[in-house]
């Protein structure tokens, strides 16, 4: 009983951190389809409560939020929480396995890039954040 009180802590405090970044939360297939069949670019951090979520990819990803180049929408899935609005979103990750936690650049609905776990996971924050800034520069007009 007090695990499940802890990791609902967790968890609420990994969703807050990316509200709080300025992310708005998917938590539904709708939800998901809605924000990435939009024109436009858009960032979605698929969050979780790994470590490397914690201490690498959600500082990354709140520090994008202040780069001079922005993609119009930045959202977030959570992985292992939401799975059905996490699944639907790994939908339009064509040609990447699954993988958290991650960010997905895409535009118009279309894939462009991703920083998968692999590239995040025993890598500094700034490490990552240097990925996203490369692609937001090269994909993002």
């Known amino acids: 009983m007090e695990f499940n009180f802890f990791m609902n802590d967790v968890v609420q405090v990994a969703r807050q951190e990316m509200v709080t970044a300025g992310y708005q939360e998917l938590k539904t297939t709708e939800d ?9 670019t858009t960032l979605v951090m698929v969050n979780s409560v790994c470590g490397c979520a914690g201490g690498i990819a959600r500082p990354a990803a709140a520090y994008m939020r202040n780069y001079e180049v922005k993609p119009d929408r930045f959202v977030t899935v959570f992985a292992g929480q939401d799975k059905e609005a996490t699944a639907k979103a790994r939908d339009y990750f064509k040609g990447y396995a699954p993988s958290s936690p991650s960010f997905a650049l895409l535009k118009d609905g279309e894939i462009q890039m991703m920083v998968e776990r692999h590239e995040i996971e025993g890598h500094e924050p700034i490490q990552v954040v240097q990925k996203l800034e490369k692609a937001f520069d090269e994909f993002i007009k």
Do not use: E, S, W
């Open 32 to 40: 998901v389809d809605t924000a990435l069949q939009d024109k436009g």
